[in-house]
């Protein structure tokens, strides 16, 4: 075996781990991928001996362009597009892909996701790689250009701010998707009432439609506005496909056969607590939607 084999090797042996690390700092399936080949393109170009820890150096190359993008994207967005949700991970109701366990461990649902977009870039980094992969702050701080006190303190605030939001959903997963056909059922029957009980009395709804449909992002919250919103959309010619989404019940929706938004719903204590929709066309084009295929 030649050296660029072996270093490919190795590369593939850690790809699961990287992949992982970029989607929880990006929110991007794409962008997570982007990181990853970059991080293979610095590899290929390195000194293979000069690497003492293989797996550490990718990871550390790895959070570096991450956190690039995310100081990248945050100038682009002079006004952000409110709200922003990250890209979901979907799987057929039977069970998650094993290419995307990695990604999903330590219960990365979307409502973790939709905290950890709230953090600045340096706090988002020192907790996902400090809390999530254990990486020691003298390594961040050197990420970060600051002292492992410095990047201690940015993983506590970061660890603070996650700690304040409820992120994790019933463990039962069939639970919540009786929730959600309750929801579904209530909805499609016009039946308020019914439809508000399915529902956390403090709900929010998150809709982005991104640039090109700005007019249907929305943050909604409330019960009885969140039931008021299901009843109009329920007019509407959709047909929803049970789904995971971040290994949670949720639905694939679409509209003449077409991939017209992905809801990801978070029921807390046998209620739906979050209700988040991606509608964003160019980026629902972008998702792997090969659910589909067993579903028609």
Known sequence: MNEQDWLAQQFEANRRRLRAVAYRMLGSV??????????????????PGEIENLSGWLTTVVARVSLNMLRSRAVRREQPLSPHLPD????????????????????????????????????RLAFVLHDMFGVPFEDIATLLDRSPQAARQLASRGRRRVRAQPTTPDVDVHGQRQVV?????????????????????????????????????????????VARRAM????????MHPALVNGAAGMVIT???????????????????ELDFLADPERLA????TILDSLN
Do not use: Y
Request: proline content about 5%.
């Open 232 to 239: 109009m959309w329920s007019r509407v010619d959709l047909t």
């Open 181 to 225: 056909n309750a929801f579904l059922a209530a909805a499609r029957n016009g039946d308020f009432d019914a439809l508000v009980a399915t529902l956390d009395p403090d709900i929010v709804l998150r809709a982005d439609g991104g640039a090109a449909l700005a007019s249907a992002s929305a943050e909604v919250h409330g019960a009885l506005n």
């Open 255 to 273: 509209r003449n056969g077409v991939v017209f938004s992905i809801a990801s719903v978070i029921v807390r204590n046998g209620k739906i607590a």
């Open 88 to 123: 979901p991970i979907i799987d057929p109701v039977d069970g998650v892909d094993p290419e995307h366990e990695a990604l999903l461990a330590d219960s990365v649902g979307l409502a973790m996701l939709v905290v950890l977009e709230t953090l600045t870039p340096p706090e």
């Open 286 to 289: 972008r998702l792997d939607v």
């Open 30 to 47: 794409s962008e997570a991928e982007d990181a990853v080949q970059e991080a293979w393109l610095r590899l290929s170009r390195s000194e």
